[in-house]
């Protein structure tokens, strides 16, 4: 068994007066603020940006050290954008195995560091570098070509997948960590600038730094805020180019198949996706079965995911839209999120009476997914 | 984009001159760019086979933000071409994004793709571009 027993998150936006050791240790200070130092077995870090952008090794001993850990055990765990889920992953390992009874899983990265040019180079090593890597993806330029893909396809138009980024700005409105904390109509997301079109501006996560911090722990004892049941995951193909169907992440599918094998998940009240782009969102959804394949985005435009909709209640937090996409810190926010959901402690938009809840991460366009299962204790 | 090694371009060469698929000797199917394995049933048994040099656009995009290495040429259109026996995503050229729309029929031309503004160095490969009077 094992609890999430503290969470910490430190608000999304561009914190160019702290480093990535500072945003790590104030979340992770937090978090710990029922534990003593020498009871943590281990230190999970999760960061992507900080060896992409060759700025500091062994990350994890320094965050230790930093934060007042000398000693402690600590690994860093990098898998692109689905790091931080994968860092959970390792974490929740080292607990069932009985290696540790008490672990703190962190996740920071800062993407204002760097001009965006720069940035825009990195995201294109979410990709195989040896094939579309080559070309100038930047930003976007792979899931602006699923985007298209899905519009002709499925029949669906530009302005029905623009509800997704405006429901994903009316429930960050009360999130106090996320990024951008203001409405936008799903008309104003076709007049933004296009980043890689049908992609625009808005359909696309802010660049901003983040760290978030949870400790697991192997007994349920004390202040226990949700059990983390399970967490599984899948490889993929390595290109869009590849499987018959561009549409369908086989490595999501494959990875949610492990998780219900592993549990039994009769009902899903609150999910934490990785919509890093509107398609992404839209094809997470599609993947988990909670629509049927080209129904998501109309299901989105409905209502069907929001807050008092039929389905589970959707990216609460905003969603990486949002909320922000701080790469290695992403996945921790999203079972922070979740947890305080189940826990009836998240500080924004509310699930009431959430029970069960998933976090689900992705790379690029689906070489890894990683998908997790929470459930309420009491 | 930034940041390429000499040695890793130079490996890549082949595939990206002549547009050459990995072909999977127990299964048939080609992939691109060749990998150690098939990526649809795991064999290790690879041929090489060069691909059809033209084909349909399944889609693309046209996109902007692009890093500094390819911003004077921005938008950059990206696309997924399908070439029958195989799809390869990569740029189209020669067209504006008006001139683009998907079904259309592509042609490979060798062209430069990329250089690395700190090393200097330059990347050639293969673009596609809109068939004349398809
Ligand atoms: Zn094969």
Redesign the interface.
């Known amino acids: 068994m094992a609890y999430i027993t503290g969470v910490s998150m430190v608000n999304v936006d561009r914190h160019y007066d702290k480093g990535v050791k500072r945003l790590a240790a104030e979340a992770s200070s937090k978090a710990l603020e029922d534990a003593e130092p020498d009871t943590l077995d281990y230190i999970i870090v999760s960061s992507s940006f900080t060896y992409a952008s060759d700025v500091q090794l062994d990350i994890a001993s320094y965050i230790a050290s930093y934060t007042g850990f000398r000693g402690v055990r600590a690994l860093a765990v990098e898998s692109g954008e689905a790091s931080g889920l994968a860092a959970v992953s390792v974490a929740k390992s080292l607990i069932d195995s009985g290696l540790a009874s008490r672990v703190l899983v962190v996740g920071v990265d800062k993407l204002s560091e760097w ?4 940035v ?2 990195h995201f ?1 090593k979410f990709y ?22 899905y519009m ?1 396809t499925f029949k669906v138009d530009r302005l029905t997948l623009a509800y997704w980024p405006a429901l994903m700005h009316s429930n960050a409105k009360l999130n106090p960590y996320a990024m951008l904390r203001f409405a936008i109509t799903p008309e104003k997301v076709l007049e933004a ?7 625009t501006l808005l359909d ?1 996560f802010p660049l901003g730094d983040g760290a978030a911090a949870l400790v697991i722990e192997g007994s349920g004892r004390g202040n226990v805020l949700a059990e983390l049941v399970a967490v599984e995951s899948a490889t993929g ?6 499987p018959e169907d ?1 549409l369908r992440f086989e490595s999501l599918e494959r990875a949610y198949q492990r998780l219900t094998q592993r549990a039994d998940i009769k009902e899903v009240d609150v999910i934490e996706l990785h919509d890093s782009f509107t398609i992404m969102g839209i094809l997470e959804l599609e993947s988990l079965r909670l629509a049927e394949r080209g129904k998501a985005a109309e299901a989105v435009s409905r209502g069907y995911f929001s807050l008092g909709g039929e389905g589970p209640v959707v990216n609460p937090s905003g969603g990486l839209k949002a909320r922000g996409h701080p790469i290695g810190a992403t996945g921790v926010y999203q079972v922070v999120e979740v947890a305080l959901q189940l826990g009836g402690e998240f500080p924004g938009l509310k699930v009431p009476d959430s029970r069960h809840g998933l976090a689900v991460s992705v790379n690029g366009s689906g070489s890894s997914a990683y998908i997790a299962y929470l459930r309420s204790v009491g | 984009m930034a940041g390429f090694s000499a040695p890793a371009v130079w490996r890549g060469r082949t595939h990206r001159y002549r547009l050459v698929a990995g072909k999977c000797t127990s299964c048939g199917k080609l992939h691109y760019p060749p990998s150690y394995s098939c990526p649809y049933c795991g064999s290790r048994s690879m041929v090489e086979a060069e691909l059809p040099r033209v084909g349909r656009l399944m889609s693309y995009s046209v996109v902007y933000s692009v890093p500094f290495d390819s911003k004077s040429r921005a938008p950059v259109i990206l696309g997924l071409v399908d070439l029958g026996v195989a799809r390869v995503i990569s740029e189209i050229t020669d067209a504006s994004p008006e001139d683009v729309s998907v079904g259309m029929q592509v042609e490979a031309v060798f062209r430069r793709i990329a250089e690395d503004g700190g090393t200097g160095l330059i990347v050639y490969g293969i673009k596609f571009r809109p068939v004349k009077g398809a």
């Open positions: 001009p965006t040019w720069k825009y180079g294109s195989d570098v040896e094939g579309e890597g080559m070309y100038s993806i930047g930003m976007g330029g792979i899931a602006g070509i699923l985007m298209r893909l002709e600038p296009p980043v890689a079109d049908p992609i696309s193909y390595p290109s869009i180019a590849l561009p």
